[in-house]
């Protein structure tokens, strides 16, 4: 029987993995982390399908809520072939590497919570180590670039569409043949907005019987990415030119990429003020030095700045801190630095040092440039708390705060719509990846624009193709 089982990101946004069993392949798209809304002990929970049975894991792209499961995979059996496109396996790599250093530190934490509940068996080493996240890599992984096809049986093949989401990101397309009829299953992965400012755009997706589509943003349109710069460029300048700093916290992936190259687009243009920039996060660093590398995945105007200029993401103003110790010697600039810092969502790193040191100044402004998840540092701020705690000490805050909706790097309802709108044929359509509320929303735009039945699938719940 041929059939698809969600076992993460159903009528949720985190821990994506579906379960694909077709013509006697078993294939997993996706070993994501949860987050968040269920707790991380969730992935300390075992996998309810034969690890060791599944022929391909299939990964369409680098964020931890669709690959943060991956060593654990591994450490439990895995033994098939990983295919992803070149520059998604590289991501992988330094996000996995952080996240198990992240999860050394989180497991204790857990440890004592589950000792309190006398429920100490369930979680008793971490998630995963450096060590398991080094077998990954010396896994058979197959690169798939996009657009080319990949047999993965005689039956079946795979292809994989430019989701215009992250660099590397891909939706994947599933040509298989059912009973001498050609059929295709198309997972969407996350997939990026018509308006992208560094990538290249969604590729159109020409031909499905049946689609599994995200639908984080299924309920609203962002802002345009226009007004959004405009927004951002403003507090900027404004900011500076009354001597303050600006504090950007920032996700390593792509969010901060898209601020280097508009604030190399602002020196260029002579609009920035005098200022140092700082890029104070080794992760977003290694990741930015990515992007730089494939200028092919970049869209056309950053493709020809690599070739004419060069690395699209350097300029004269930039300092990129590698060590704890230059991070703090940032506190010593009194004014005109713009930092920018992760976590993007204020709960670690580097950037609560900053925010310690700035807060209190109303000179100073804090942007950011991407969502606050509730129970974070960030989301404190943005509720326009007077004191915050950091690091203990209670901080008044005093400086500028802000907030830019518009740089999402996942598409809005009507992108999604359009998306599907050139869609042959399509027959059978299941939301996935996206909150309960928002999907019903999604649900009835759904029937109205394109006069599709759209299903919301559970956990674990059986989808027959
Ligand atoms: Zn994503």
Partial sequence: MNRVTPYGAAQSVTGSCHLVELLGLKILIDCGMFQG??????????????????????????????????????????????IATQATKEIANIMLNDSAKILKEEYKTLRRKAKRRGDEKRITEPLYTIDHVKEVFLKEWQILEYRKELNLSKDVAIT?????????????????????SKKRVVFSGDIGSKERMILDPLDTLSSADTLFIES?????????????????????????KRDGNVIIPSFAIE?????????????ADGELPKCQVFLDSPLATKATRLYAKYPVHLNEELELHAQENGNPFKFASLNISATKQESLLINKVKSRAIIIAGSGMCHGGRIMHHLK???????????????????????????GYEYVKIYGEDIIVKAQVETINGFSAHAGQNDMIEWMSNIRDLKNLYLIHGEKDKMKIFTQKIKEELDLDAKIVKYAEIVEL
């Fill in 255 to 267: 969010r901060t990429q898209e601020i280097l190259w508009l604030l190399n687009n602002m020196q």
């Fill in 216 to 240: 984080t943003y299924g309920d609203r349109n962002h802002r345009s990415l226009k007004e959004s710069i405009k927004e951002f460029k403003e507090t900027v300048i404004n900011t500076l």
């Fill in 160 to 180: 994989f569409g430019d989701a215009g989401h992250i660099l590397g990101s891909a939706f994947v397309m599933i040509d298989y043949k059912d009973k001498e």
């Fill in 357 to 383: 040191h700035r807060l209190w100044n109303e000179k100073n402004c804090v942007i950011f440039v991407g969502f606050q998840v509730e129970g974070t540092l960030g989301r404190e701020i943005i509720n």
């Fill in 37 to 82: 809304e269920f707790g991380l002990e969730k992935n300390y929970d075992d996998f309810e399908f034969d690890v060791n049975e599944i022929d391909y894991l299939i990964i369409t792209h680098g964020h931890l809520d669709h690959i943060g499961r991956v060593p654990k995979l591994v450490k439990d059996g895995f033994n098939g072939v990983i």
